[in-house]
């Protein structure tokens, strides 16, 4: 592994990415022959690198957040040849480079990326697109599109800042789910469905999350309330799973799933609301060769 390209998204988070690239830079060349960095200068951008590049580099690193990264992996998990991938964070709440152990703080988060340790990790996927962290329908997609760069300026929290906002407005919508795992037909609020262990900079839904397991952990909330809201929360706090005993929340794991949901719902795929139901839902295991931190 000695050729690296970095793409590099230079408008991400708060640009503290951007004002260390030279330094990053210089800390990856004393490990690696060639580090070369492409610049983003519009959403698609980093897709026509990963197109352009991947077939003569060892290691893509997408250096942005959230967004830049769901591109970048929405462009390498198709290819049937990909290189290795790799995070430096640069935006708002990095999730899924939390869930690898990839430090928040770039020049450290390069020192982890010269050790070069390696996982082949599942990603998710559903109408031919994929996503590493987690995908939903209901309140999460109604907070996602709520959410905007001035409340993105307060950071991590602003995600559960929103979803408070939004709690008590209870929009139930009629949930079918199939999998070999559950069958589900009654009203919902939210779905979640999960490969990270991160949301919003936070533990939240699934903390003990295996991202190697060729499983997708699924909860379905029933009833939008505090108390709900509140038992998701404290579940990042106690480090477990979701509460089976809970009436208003069903857990599961499983391979694969079909979901349909009337009204039709918009889903958030990591961040990005990209499509509507209905929909199935599946695991590729261990389809992405991804340089991991401390996990």
């Known amino acids: 592994m000695n050729t690296v390209a970095i793409i590099l998204n230079p408008n991400a988070g708060n640009k503290k990415l951007m004002n260390q690239i030279e330094e990053i830079e210089t800390e990856l ?78 020049i450290l988060a390069a020192k982890q990326i010269k050790e070069k340790k390696i996982k082949q990790i599942d990603i998710g996927t559903f109408n031919n697109q994929y996503f590493l962290n987690f995908w939903g329908i209901g309140l999460i997609s109604k907070v996602s599109e709520q959410m905007d760069n001035n409340s993105k300026k307060l950071g991590k929290m602003s995600y559960y800042i929103q ?30 469905i999960g490969n990270g262990s991160y949301l919003g900079g936070m533990q939240s839904f699934f903390p003990q999350a295996n991202i190697q397991d060729g499983l997708l952990d699924v909860l379905i909330i029933k009833q939008a309330s505090m108390q709900n809201f509140w038992t998701w ?53 261990q389809h992405m060769t991804m340089v991991v931190g401390d996990v």
């Open 29 to 106: 060349k004393e490990t690696f022959t060639n580090v070369k960095i492409y610049q983003t200068k519009q959403e698609g951008d980093g897709a026509k690198y990963v197109e352009k590049l991947a077939s003569s580099v060892d290691l893509i690193i997408g250096a942005g957040g959230d967004g830049t990264i769901f591109e970048l992996v929405n462009a390498l998990a198709p290819l049937q040849e990909r290189p290795a991938f790799a995070i430096l964070p640069g935006g708002t709440c990095n999730d899924f480079s939390r869930t690898i152990g990839i430090s928040q703080e770039p």
């Open 233 to 285: 929360f404290q579940s990042q706090v106690k480090d477990d799973y979701p509460d089976k005993n809970n009436d208003e929340i069903v857990y599961f794991r499983t391979k694969s799933l079909k979901i349909e949901a009337q009204p039709i719902q918009k889903i958030d795929c990591d961040g990005e609301l990209i499509a509507e139901t209905p929909t199935s839902i599946s695991i590729l295991p």
């Open 163 to 192: 979803a408070s906002k939004l709690i008590f407005q209870n929009e139930v919508f009629h949930l079918k789910i199939e999998s070999d795992h559950c069958t589900y037909d009654d009203d919902a609020v939210m779905v979640v």
